[in-house]
């Protein structure tokens, strides 16, 4: 996460632009002398850099479902191969980047839950001066939710396949103010779109769009320390409702102030917080106002060790009956290389997710995730791993209980 500026997400681009790149891309390539080179990974095609990778992973899963504790589970082996391809053109102060990637997953023993994936990112870094600078990514995305995930938790039987979504946007940050400056301003807009394949029954109200603009000012308050203070709303449109009297949409509204520091070479971190509105356009739906935090710190005791924390609490769209779902999460992790070649991380991940609404639809959830892995650096353009996962969820509701360990190697291959 970048400390002081906007991250830029990866909601997703339309077609029309999607096109017009590729026509800039190709005549690029025609007008630029063949010249192949092969250098740290890369293909050098005229003005391009081609970066490809391939990622792939062999697991077994024990409870590939999500299934609850007093449901029969169904256990599998799993294999993902997923190639993916980086195009990076620089022309002047700026860079131009488009990136493909397909991931295809086969379970050995539940054909049911075999899924193709794809992703398109396209995006661009621009220097205008030392004093403006304009970053965006536009991304289309062809993804799914694992059967037992996000609308059919507690329910995936209901599904004799993975749950398909489309989801394209774009995001867009203006930067002013040198990076020496004492201040800086970022502004920001976006809008995205979320469409899922099934659209028969309950299934056809999920669909929905994004528009969020906001902006962030930080200054310079002594040393490596900034105060920041952001700002950002955010109009969320279902394209259906089930009660048309009675619809999810809603506008979001949020000020967060804080600080931005790096007290040491080995030290460095975040702390903001504020305030959030969420204002429902039905009348029947209870609004929602509350406290709003982001908080990290990053310490890096050794150059090749590095322990992060980091907290935050924010509101997401319901997956039940529910109104919202309003989400607090902690996290640690520790990354660490023993050797040259060998390196170690551990992630743990605490999240609650209380579900408000209705009380027949009211819930808490508290998930733990604990993710151990290994990396073996075999040649600069191979990398071989072992991998464990562990996650659980308690509920209020039972039948949304559960635990799951998968179990996994994992190869990563370069040029």
Same mark, same amino acid.
Request: glycine share 6%; no cysteine; proline share 4%.
């Given at each position: 996460?970048?400390?002081?500026?906007?991250? %830029?997400?990866?909601?997703?681009?339309?077609?029309?632009?999607?096109?017009?790149?590729?026509?800039? %891309?190709?005549?690029?390539?025609? &007008?630029?002398?063949?010249?192949?080179?092969?250098?740290?990974?890369?293909?050098?095609?005229?003005?391009?850099?081609?970066?490809?990778?391939?990622?792939?992973?062999?697991?077994?899963?024990?409870?590939?479902? $999500?299934?609850?504790?007093?449901?029969?589970?169904?256990?599998?082996?799993?294999?993902?191969?997923?190639?993916?391809?980086?195009? &990076?053109?620089?022309?002047?102060?700026?860079?131009?980047?488009?990136? $493909?990637?397909?991931?295809?997953?086969?379970?050995?023993?539940?054909?049911?839950?075999?899924?193709?994936?794809?992703?398109?990112?396209?995006?661009?870094?621009?220097?205008?001066?030392s004093r403006h600078r304009f970053d965006a990514i536009a991304t289309y995305e062809d993804g799914h939710d694992e059967r037992g995930r996000r609308y059919s938790n507690g329910n995936a039987r209901s599904l004799t396949e993975v749950d398909t979504w489309n989801n394209s946007g774009i995001d867009g940050v203006y930067s002013f103010g040198a990076l020496s400056a004492r201040g800086r301003l970022d502004l920001k807009a976006g809008y995205s779109s979320l469409d899922y394949d099934k659209g028969i029954g309950t299934y056809l109200f999920r669909d929905r769009d994004y528009t969020d603009i906001g902006a962030a000012f930080a200054y310079k308050i002594g040393g490596h320390a900034r105060a920041v203070i952001e700002i950002g709303t955010t109009d969320i449109s279902y394209d259906n409702a089930a009660d048309p009297s009675n619809p999810l949409d809603s506008v979001e509204q949020s000020v967060m102030a804080g600080v931005t520091w790096r007290a040491s070479a080995t030290t460095k971190g975040f702390a903001k917080a504020g305030y959030k509105e969420k204002d429902f356009d039905s009348a029947l739906r209870e609004d929602f106002s509350g406290a709003e935090w982001e908080v990290g710190v990053k310490w890096s005791p050794l150059t090749y060790s590095h322990f992060e924390l980091a907290t935050s609490t924010d509101t997401r769209e319901t997956t039940s009956d529910a109104d919202f779902i309003e989400t607090r999460d902690y996290r640690a992790t520790w990354n660490h290389e023993w050797v040259e070649r060998f390196s170690t991380k551990t992630a743990f991940v605490y999240f609650q997710d209380e579900y408000v609404g209705p009380p027949t639809a009211e819930r808490t959830d508290d998930v733990t995730r604990v993710d151990l892995s290994a990396d073996y650096q075999f040649r600069r353009w191979l990398l071989f791993g072992i991998f464990y996962q562990f996650s659980n969820r308690d509920s209020d509701r039972e039948d949304v209980t559960f635990d799951r360990n998968v179990y996994g190697i994992s190869a990563r291959v370069t040029l």
């Open positions: 996460m970048d400390l002081e500026r906007f991250s %830029i997400k990866t909601p997703i681009m339309r077609d029309n632009m999607i096109k017009r790149t590729y026509g800039v %891309i190709a005549l690029t390539i025609a &007008i630029s002398p063949p010249v192949f080179t092969q250098e740290d990974g890369r293909i050098q095609l005229g003005n391009f850099d081609l970066i490809p990778e391939l990622n792939s992973q062999l697991s077994y899963i024990d409870n590939v479902t $999500y299934a609850s504790d007093g449901e029969e589970s169904i256990s599998s082996w799993r294999s993902i191969v997923a190639p993916e391809l980086n195009a &990076i053109t620089r022309f002047s102060t700026h860079e131009l980047g488009l990136a $493909y990637r397909i991931e295809r997953g086969d379970y050995f023993d539940s054909d049911a839950d075999n899924y193709t994936d794809h992703l398109i990112r396209l995006y661009g870094d621009f220097e205008f001066g």
